[in-house]
C-alpha cells in the first residue's frame, strides 16, 4: 500500500512516573483517502491518546505520523476533532461555539455570513430552536450534537471523532449517524473514529480496527468490512456476513483482546492481520478465541 | 419560600439594628449624668469647654451630625475643614489611581506567570515574600523614596492590592481547562486571539475574585495611609476628627468607610456576575 493517507509510523505513548508506563509502542498504521476507519477496544486501552496524537494535540514519546506526505507538527484545520469530553466553550452560546470554529477557519467572513453557516449545521444536528442556549443549558447527547456540528463546519479533510454518539438515544443516534455518514461520503472526508458500538462501527466503517488492553495495547487486527458501500442502517442485519462480521468483533471485545499479546507472540506490529469476513452464512458465536473457519487471517 | 426568607432576614436585621439603636441610646445617655457632677470636676475634665462634645454621643447626635453633613457635603473651609463628600472624593481618587494602576500590572503579568511554568517558579517566591508585607510597613520607604505623601498612598495602595489580582490571575490562566484550549489549538486560533477568546474569559471569574478581594485591600489601607500622610482624604478626617476629639465625626466617618466600601465590592460583585458562566 503506497497510497496512504495517513500513516501511523510507529508510535509510543509512554507516561514517565513513579512507575511509569507504556500505553502502547510501536504501533503501526495506514489510511487510504477517504477511507473511515473505526477503533474498538476496551475503555482505557489509549485509543483516545492514538486520537490526540493524530490530531497532532499530543506528542507521541517515539514514532510519527505522516498525513499527506508531511509529518504532523500540531493541530491543524484540515483535522477537524470531535472531543469525547464535548469541549465546548461554556460562555458561549450553541450558535457562539459552531460560530468560533467557522470564523476562525475563514477569517475574512462577516457576521451574517459566520451566522448563516453556523446555522446550517446546527439545523443539521437537529439543534435548531436551541442556538442561544448556552452549554450547561445541554443535555449531554444536545452538547455531543453542537460538537459535531462545530466539527462538520469546518469542512475539514479528516474527522478525528472520539465517540461522538455515545450519550445520544437510539433514534438520535441514528439519525446522525445517517447524516455523519452523508457528509462525510460526499465530502470524501477520511474518518477514524473510536467507538465502544459494535453496530455502529459495521454500519459506519470500511475498515475495524481492533485494538488490544492495555498497557502496551497493540492493534490486533484490521477487519474489513464485507458490507456493501451503499448499505442502509435498517438492513444491515439481512446481509449474510453481518453476524459473523459482528460475531468475530464481538469474540474479540469479549475474550481475545485480553490474551492477545500472549497467544500471538509472533505477532508484527507492522503487518497488522487484515481479516476479511467470508463466510456467507450466518455463525454462531465462535467457541475458540480465534476460529479457524469463519475469519480468515491474511497477511499483508 | 425565598421571598419570604428574605422578608424574614430583613425583619430579623431591622430588629437587630433597632435593638443595637437602642442599646446605643440607653448606654450614651446614662453618660449624661456627667453634667450632674460639680462643675469645677467638670471643668477639669475639660468636658465643659467642649460642650459635652468629647463624650460618647447617642444615635441621635450622630443622626442630626450626619444630616448636617448631607446636606453640605462638598464645602470647603481649608485645609482642617471640608465636607465629606470632598475628603471620600480624594480617597476614592487615591484608591482608583493605585488600583488601575494595580490592575494594569498585574493582569498582564499574571497572564505571563499563569501561561509560563517557568516564570510561575522564578517568581513564586518573590510573591510569596511580598504579598504578606503589611501596607503600612511600605510606607516609610515610599516616603523616603517617592518624597511625596500623596503619591506614597498611591503607592501603597498599589503595592498592597497587587498581590491577589496578580495571584489570582496566574491561577485562573494557568487552570484554564486543557481541552478549552485544545479547541483553541485545533482551530489554529493565534496566541493573541487565543488568549482574548478562551484564556480571558475561561479565567475571568477568577480574576474578578482577585479584583474583588483587592479593591477591599486597598479600601482598608487608604484609611491607614491618610492617616499617617495627613492632608486629605476620610483617613485624615478621621485622625483630624479625633483631635478634636469629635467622636460624632469620627462614628460618621466609620460609616461612611464601611458603606463606601460595601459598595466598592457590590460593584465588582456585579462585574463578576457578568462574566461567571455555568458550567
Ligand atoms: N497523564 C497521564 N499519566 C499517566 N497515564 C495516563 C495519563 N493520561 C492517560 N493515561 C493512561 O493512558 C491510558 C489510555 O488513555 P485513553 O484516554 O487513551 O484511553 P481510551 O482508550 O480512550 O479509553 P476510553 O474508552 O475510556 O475513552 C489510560 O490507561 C490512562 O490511564
Ligand atoms: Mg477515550
Known sequence: ?300 | MTASLRLRAAVVSIVLLAVFLGAWHLATRSTGTAANMSPEYAKLMGMTATQGKSAMPGPLDVGAKLWEHLKRPFYDNGPNDKGLGIQLAFSLGRVMLGYLIAVAIAIPLGFLIGMSPLMSKALDPFIQIMKPISPLAWMPLALYTIKDSSLSAIFVIFICSVWPMLINTAFGVASVRKEWINVARTLEVGNVRRAFTVILPAAAPTILTGMRISIGIAWLVIVAAEMLVGGTGIGYFVWNEWNNLSITNVIIAILLIGVVGMVLDQILARVSRLVTFPE
Not at chain 1, 477569517?107 to 444536528?125: G, N, P, S
Not at chain 1, 459494535?198 to 470500511?206: G, H, P, R
Not at chain 1, 456493501?228 to 446481509?239: A, I, N, Q, S, Y
Request: positive net charge; contains cysteine.
Open chain 1, 1 to 300: 500500500m503506497t497510497d496512504k493517507f495517513i500513516s501511523i509510523e510507529g508510535i509510543a505513548k509512554r507516561y514517565d512516573g513513579a512507575r511509569s508506563t507504556t500505553i502502547f509502542e510501536n504501533l503501526w498504521l495506514g489510511m487510504a483517502r477517504g477511507e473511515f476507519v473505526c477503533v474498538i477496544g476496551h475503555s482505557g486501552c489509549g485509543k483516545t491518546t492514538v486520537l490526540n496524537i493524530l490530531a497532532g494535540l499530543d506528542v507521541p514519546s517515539e514514532g510519527a505520523v505522516i498525513v499527506d506526505g508531511q509529518a504532523i507538527e500540531g493541530p491543524s484545520l484540515d483535522r477537524a476533532v470531535i472531543f469525547q469530553s464535548h469541549a465546548l466553550l461554556p460562555w458561549r452560546t450553541v450558535l457562539g461555539n459552531v460560530a468560533y470554529a467557522i470564523s476562525s477557519k475563514w477569517r475574512r467572513w462577516d457576521r451574517a455570513k459566520v451566522k448563516a453557516h453556523a446555522l446550517k449545521y446546527i439545523e443539521l444536528v437537529g439543534l435548531a430552536g436551541s442556538e442561544h442556549k448556552r452549554p450547561s443549558e445541554l443535555s449531554g447527547g444536545m452538547k455531543q450534537r453542537v460538537g459535531i456540528a462545530r466539527a462538520l463546519s469546518i469542512t475539514p479533510k479528516i474527522m478525528l471523532m472520539d465517540e461522538p454518539f455515545s450519550a445520544l438515544d437510539a433514534l438520535t443516534r441514528g439519525t446522525l449517524q445517517d447524516e455523519v455518514r452523508r457528509i462525510c461520503v460526499e465530502t470524501g472526508q477520511t474518518v477514524f473514529m473510536i467507538t465502544h458500538d459494535v453496530d455502529e462501527a459495521i454500519y459506519l466503517a470500511d475498515k475495524i480496527v481492533l485494538m488490544t488492553n492495555g498497557p502496551g495495547a497493540v492493534l490486533a487486527e484490521i477487519v474489513e468490512n464485507p458490507l456493501p458501500k451503499d448499505r442502509l442502517r435498517g438492513d444491515l442485519h439481512r446481509h449474510p456476513l453481518y453476524y459473523a462480521l459482528r460475531n468475530h468483533i464481538i469474540d474479540f471485545l469479549v475474550s481475545r483482546s485480553k490474551i492477545f499479546t500472549a497467544e500471538t507472540p509472533d505477532h508484527d506490529p507492522r503487518k497488522v492481520p487484515v481479516v476479511k469476513i467470508g463466510r456467507t452464512e450466518p455463525t454462531i458465536v465462535a467457541s475458540k478465541p480465534v476460529d479457524s473457519d469463519a475469519p480468515q487471517a491474511v497477511a499483508r
